[in-house]
């Protein structure tokens, strides 16, 4: 069983916003570090953000700083990223993560636990 499961992708067009959402199975606090990671077509899977499990340590990929946030609701077993001002080039499948030594881990194949994905189009 997957314990991760997102929520919210879609399309939308150049410089708007979205919200994904990943639901966990059972409690937030029990995976630590959660994060998101993102795939485009034909490119690798990379690092999108980053968060701790009290949410006061959070880790941006350059290319999204100051346009996305990840925040995370530990009552609700919920992790989201508010996204912003988004571009083409913002276009990808993206997935959740949970369980990594720290919010600075990049590396996809150090994190554990992975959700489905949802696809999210950005259309110039």
């Known amino acids: 069983q997957v314990p991760l499961e997102e929520f919210g992708g879609g399309l939308v067009q150049a410089g708007d916003s979205l919200t994904l959402s990943c639901a966990v199975s059972g409690r937030t606090t029990t995976y630590g570090i959660m994060g998101w990671f993102r795939q485009a077509p034909g490119k690798e899977r990379e690092f999108v953000a980053a968060i701790n499990w009290s949410g006061d340590s959070r880790n941006y990929a350059d290319s999204v700083k100051d346009r996305f946030t990840i925040s995370r609701d530990n009552t609700k077993n919920l992790m989201s990223l508010q996204m912003s001002r988004l571009r083409p080039e913002d276009t990808a499948v993206y997935s959740c993560?949970?369980?990594?030594?720290?919010?600075?881990?990049?590396?996809?194949?150090?994190?554990?636990?992975w959700g489905q994905g949802t696809q999210v189009t950005v259309s110039s």
């Open positions: 993560a949970a369980v990594a030594p720290n919010t600075a881990t990049m590396e996809p194949r150090r994190w554990k636990y």
